[in-house]
């Protein structure tokens, strides 16, 4: 399996897959089926916050991108809480990872994906500010 950051250069996320495959368990049924109905013409403009896991519970920091209803509130969240905040703009569905394709698709514009851990327990959420 490829490192999300080797597929997804403007993402700039450092998960690996197998970190993002248990973290969308739950989820991995109706994944199939949301990659396999996923148009691949996508592109997304995404806010990426990040966090280290020492600085923050992760059921804190999952209550607070919870909370994220534009990327605006996203901005404001990383600037209160120090967080990395990471611009990518034009993110063609062929530069993400299959396994967090069905994630985007089913994030709706303006919210966070659910709490994403990476090898060396950073917390990261990805904010999509809009779809093209």
Excluded: W
Excluded at 12 to 29: I, K, Q
Excluded at 92 to 121: I, K
């Amino acid at each position: 399996m490829a490192k999300l950051k080797e597929c997804a250069m403007p993402i700039r996320l450092a998960l690996c897959a197998t970190a993002l495959t248990m973290v969308l368990a739950p989820t991995a049924v109706s994944a199939q089926v949301a990659v396999e109905n996923l148009s691949m013409s996508n592109n997304y403009r995404l806010l990426q916050v990040s966090l280290p896991a020492a600085s923050i519970s992760p059921a804190d920091f999952k209550a607070q991108t919870q909370a994220i209803q534009s990327c605006g509130d996203a901005r404001k969240l990383a600037r209160d809480l120090g967080a990395r905040l990471t611009r990518s703009t034009y993110v063609g569905t062929t530069n993400v990872p299959r396994q967090l394709l069905p994630v985007l698709a089913e994030t709706p514009t303006g919210r966070a994906t659910p709490v994403l851990v990476d090898n060396s327990n950073g917390l990261h959420v990805l904010v999509v500010c809009s779809r093209t």
